[in-house]
């Protein structure tokens, strides 16, 4: 008999996790990956479906800290390791798990709930929206010639050992986190994800390698990257597999692609995770030859909409009555007065007549600032009911810096 969700015991932690990998496809995982996760599992914050001793449904939480539009960095529940066995998919198991848990999410006053999607189909009936992309490319470094700003001479660059400079690098991390929405802080043992490198996971690239950039004697940015050596008839055809990459300011910044760009024996760089605005797009002589791809990153669902709504500020001074629809968490739905600027903002019940009509869902895309109310108004999503209100709100709503998430979860 199949039972509701339950909070996970650390001694079913494998059992819990075979499942999980089942549903994946069955490839066991590295055991430093495995280890890694296992470590980061808050067990409290698990939940297990059970029939006996087989685990049949998987749901884990994290408790992030996440950068919102005006730099505050706010509690966020991280949706990750979902998973029903093929056996029992399609009968409820994961909507009874996705119930407990924004509940569960609620109950602890976290106003937001975000996850990445294994397919982008599954989770919008929960009300969680897409709200961040991340952009992907292939650099014909062959071709493509690269532009740097004045000054970039000045920077040094040291190759290290990935964890002898993981310190230097999450320093730089952690102040890049404010400012730019969907980064998260790094709870202790984060810190290590990028770090992650098990042969199996390499292909036929080298292990992960580390170039710091240094300017008077303080470290100013960071590349983890590794080089798949190919070769053609006609010579050296090897790709540079950009991993992560920060930095403080533009010349560092400049530094480290140019450092990718002129690898010798090498004509491409792989890219997998950049924010959609990267400024190395600005540097290039032929954006045309990047190979540019988009793909959704963050989905974001407002668990508690008045205090997700207050928690970020707005480019512009906004004043506007939201008429909300909710299904899955009807505490949510009804109309809500927004008033906020740059400084902060106030977000009330209200009986006044409501100026735009939209679902949790749309509010989830527009979060963050990377995508705005006006596009999801021509998808016929968001719906004006007070001429002039959907573009205020629009501007509004937007962010400096596109949105962006690093890494998996
Ligand atoms: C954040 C993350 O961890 S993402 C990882 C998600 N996990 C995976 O992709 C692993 C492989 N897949 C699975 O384990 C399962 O198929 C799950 C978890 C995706 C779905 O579990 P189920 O228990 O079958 O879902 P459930 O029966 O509750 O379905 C609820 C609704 O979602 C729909 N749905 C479920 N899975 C999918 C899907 N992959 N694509 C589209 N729709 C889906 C169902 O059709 C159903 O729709 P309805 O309400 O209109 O009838």
Redesign the pocket.
Same mark, same amino acid.
């Given at each position: 008999m199949t039972t509701e969700p339950r909070v996970l015991a650390p001694s079913e932690w494998n059992t819990w996790y075979e499942q999980l990998e089942r549903?994946?496809g069955g490839v066991a995982e590295a055991p430093e990956e495995r280890a890694l996760w296992e470590a980061l599992t808050e067990h409290d914050r698990s939940l297990g479906v059970w029939e006996g001793d087989a685990c049949v449904?998987t $749901?884990g939480t994290f408790s992030f800290r996440l950068s919102v539009p005006g730099g505050a960095v706010v509690p966020a529940a991280g949706? @990750?390791?979902? =998973?029903? $066995?093929?056996t029992? &998919?399609? &009968?409820? #198991? %994961? @909507? =009874?798990m996705?119930r407990r848990q924004l509940d569960d999410v609620r109950g602890r006053g976290e106003a937001l709930a975000v %996850?990445? $999607?294994?397919?982008p189909? #599954?989770?919008g009936?929960f009300g969680y929206g897409l709200a961040t992309q991340l952009m992907r490319a292939a650099i014909d470094t062959a071709r493509v010639r690269l532009s740097v700003p004045e000054g970039t001479d000045g920077v040094r660059l040291r190759l290290a050992r990935p964890e002898d400079a993981a310190e230097a690098c999450e320093a730089v991390y952690a102040r890049s986190v404010p400012l730019r929405p969907g980064m998260t802080e790094r709870r202790p043992g984060w810190e290590r994800l990028p770090l992650l490198d098990p042969p199996s996971g390499r292909g036929s690239a080298s292990p992960l390698a580390c170039v710091l950039a240094e300017r008077d004697g303080r470290v100013t940015g960071y590349a983890l990257y590794r080089v798949r050596p190919e070769w053609e008839p006609a010579g050296p055809a090897g790709v540079v597999v950009l991993e992560h990459l920060g930095a403080l300011d533009p010349e560092s910044y400049a530094a480290l692609w140019r450092f990718l760009f002129e690898m010798d024996l090498t004509s491409t760089i792989e890219v997998r995770n950049r924010p959609v605005d990267d400024a190395w797009q600005h540097l290039v002589s032929d954006v045309r030859r990047c190979g540019l791809a988009l793909r959704d990153g963050l989905f974001v669902r407002l668990v508690d909409v008045g205090a997700a709504l207050e928690a970020r500020t707005y480019r512009a001074p906004v004043d506007v009555v939201l008429e909300v629809a909710d299904d899955f968490c009807p505490w949510n739905a009804g109309r809500w007065r927004l008033t906020g600027d740059a400084e902060g903002a106030r977000c009330v019940r209200t009986g006044e007549a409501p100026d735009l009509a939209l679902s949790v869902r749309e509010l989830g895309t527009a979060y963050l600032g990377g995508f705005s109310l006006a596009s999801l108004a021509a998808a016929g999503r968001v719906r004006e009911a007070r001429e002039g209100a959907l573009a205020a709100a629009s501007l509004a709503f937007g962010s400096a810096a596109a949105p962006w998430v690093p890494h998996s979860f």
């Open positions: 549903a994946f449904g $749901a949706v @990750t390791m979902v =998973s029903v $066995a093929p029992h &998919r399609r &009968r409820g #198991i %994961l @909507t =009874s996705m %996850l990445m $999607a294994s397919e189909d #599954i989770y009936r």
